[in-house]
């Protein structure tokens, strides 16, 4: 009898055991990356259809989630809960930052994907700030972003700033003929204008970095940053962006609508 019991009180603790395995083996085979309405095109282009999504960063997180082995998964957050969804383990990973905006000590960081600059856009020519200053010139911005060259000139009114919600709609206003200028990123310029018909000049430079969440395991995180090196040391990631851009997609997108 003791001898029967034993052998089914072993076999529950191994059924026990194999579906405790099989829980967190399946947990660990998703990989959850950071997103957000706050993450615009042409990082994540939305598409009624989640598996229609497209974007730079989606092309990112993809690549990387199968060097892993691991299925994709987004995941919404706000901005500001970024840094606490990586360390509470909510998400894995998040693709468009740089630890100067995340300062938390526990987070990971991969190496440098692409370099990026902020740029000033005009059609007047913009040979210095000083410039645009002595005409108190109108600059499209975006709500909430932070300029380091222009905030002087904003505080003493030597430029004005005008705010919009999204980059998309700070382009649309200056494309309107509604600012003398306009200030953003130079890969969300290259999606939403023509840069190459428009003067312009670069403002800071940023690096473009992964983070990651500690819940990766240093092997995981080795594995990225193996990859992430050698994509990127031939120019591989900056080219992707290359697929996002005015001529690829907004142009094509606007004769397709007038040959409807």
């Known amino acids: 009898m003791h001898t029967v019991r034993g052998n089914r009180v072993m076999c529950g603790l191994i059924s026990f055991g194999l579906l405790w395995s099989t829980t967190v083996s399946a947990a660990e085979q998703i ?15 939305r598409a009624k259809d989640p598996q229609q999504q497209s974007g730079y960063l989606i092309d990112i997180y993809r690549e990387l989630s199968r060097q892993l082995g691991m299925q994709l998964q987004l995941k919404s957050f706000d901005r500001a809960a970024i ?16 630890p100067a905006w995340y300062p938390e000590p526990l987070l990971r960081w991969s190496p440098p994907l692409f370099e990026y600059a902020d740029l000033l856009l005009s059609e007047q020519p913009l040979p210095d700030l000083t410039a645009l200053s002595s005409m108190a010139a109108k600059i499209a911005t975006v709500s909430g972003y932070k300029y380091p060259q222009l905030e002087p000139l904003f505080r003493k009114n030597e430029l004005k700033r005008q705010d919009y919600l ?14 003398d200028a306009v200030v953003m990123s130079e890969v969300e310029a290259h999606y939403w204008l023509p840069v190459n018909r428009l003067q312009q000049r ?16 240093p092997l995981q995180r080795q594995l990225l940053d193996n990859y992430i090196n050698s994509r990127a040391s031939q120019g591989e ?13 907004v142009k094509q997108a606007a004769s397709k609508g007038l040959k409807h």
Request: proline share 5%; charged share 15%; aromatic share 10%.
């Open 202 to 217: 670069e403002l800071a430079h940023y690096q473009v970095h992964c983070v990651y969440s500690p819940r990766l395991r």
């Open 31 to 45: 990989l959850t990356a950071v997103d957000g309405a706050f993450i615009t095109p042409p990082a994540i282009i």
């Open 83 to 98: 840094a606490g969804a990586l360390l509470k383990s909510e998400a894995d990973i998040y693709c468009r930052a740089n």
């Open 166 to 179: 999204s980059p998309e709609a700070a382009a649309a206003a200056f494309l309107a003929g509604k600012a």
């Open 237 to 249: 990631f900056k080219a992707l962006l290359q697929k996002y851009s005015w001529q690829l997609t």
